[in-house]
C-alpha cells in the first residue's frame, strides 16, 4: 500500500493505475511509495508504542526517592533504574534520528514527532531525578559505590 503521488488516496502495490484519479503509475514508482509509506507507518506505530513508557518515567521517578529515603542500606540494584532509565534516552533519540525528519504529508506524523520529543523529555527528567537522588545517597552512606 501506497499514497497515490497525484490524489494521495491509498491504493494497493501492484495496481497500474490510481483506482481514485487514474494516474498511471509504474512499478518503480510504486515500489518506492511503498517503503516510503511502510517507514512513516512504522514511525507513528513506534511513536504512540513508546509514548506509553512516561508511566515508567513516572513510576521511577516517584519510586526512587520512596527508596532512597525509606531504606537505612541501598543495594546496587538501585542502579537497575538507572540502566532502563538510559535506555529509553537513548531509544526516543534514536527514533528522533532515523525518523525525526521525514518529510510526509501523513497527518499523525507531526504529532508522533511531538510525542517523541515529550516522551524523550520525562525520560531525561527522570533521569536527572535519579542521578540526584543517587549523588545524594552516596553522599549521605546509603549506598557506597
Known amino acids: 500500500m501506497f499514497p497515490c503521488p ?3 488516496e491509498i491504493i494497493a502495490l501492484g495496481t497500474r493505475s490510481c483506482r481514485y484519479c487514474g494516474i498511471p503509475i509504474d512499478e518503480g514508482t510504486a515500489r518506492k511509495l511503498n517503503e ?3 517507514r512513516v507507518t512504522d514511525a507513528i506505530a513506534s511513536a504512540n508504542t513508546f509514548k506509553f513508557s512516561i508511566w515508567g518515567a513516572v513510576i521511577l521517578t516517584v519510586a526512587s526517592p520512596l527508596y ?13 533504574a538507572e540502566i532502563g532509565t538510559v535506555g529509553a534516552i537513548i531509544h526516543a533519540a534514536t527514533w528522533l534520528r532515523k525518523y525525526g525528519a521525514l518529510e510526509t ?3 499523525d506524523y507531526p504529532a ?6 515529550r516522551t524523550l523529555a520525562v525520560w531525561i527528567g527522570a533521569l536527572v531525578v535519579q542521578v540526584a537522588l543517587l549523588s545524594y545517597a552516596v553522599m549521605t552512606g546509603a549506598l557506597r559505590l
Open 6 to 8: 497525484a490524489c494521495h
Open 36 to 38: 516510503q509509506f511502510k
Open 68 to 80: 532512597v529515603f525509606t531504606s537505612p542500606r541501598i543495594n546496587m540494584r538501585f542502579l537497575l
Open 105 to 107: 504529508r501523513d497527518p
Open 112 to 117: 508522533a514527532v511531538r510525542s517523541m520529543r
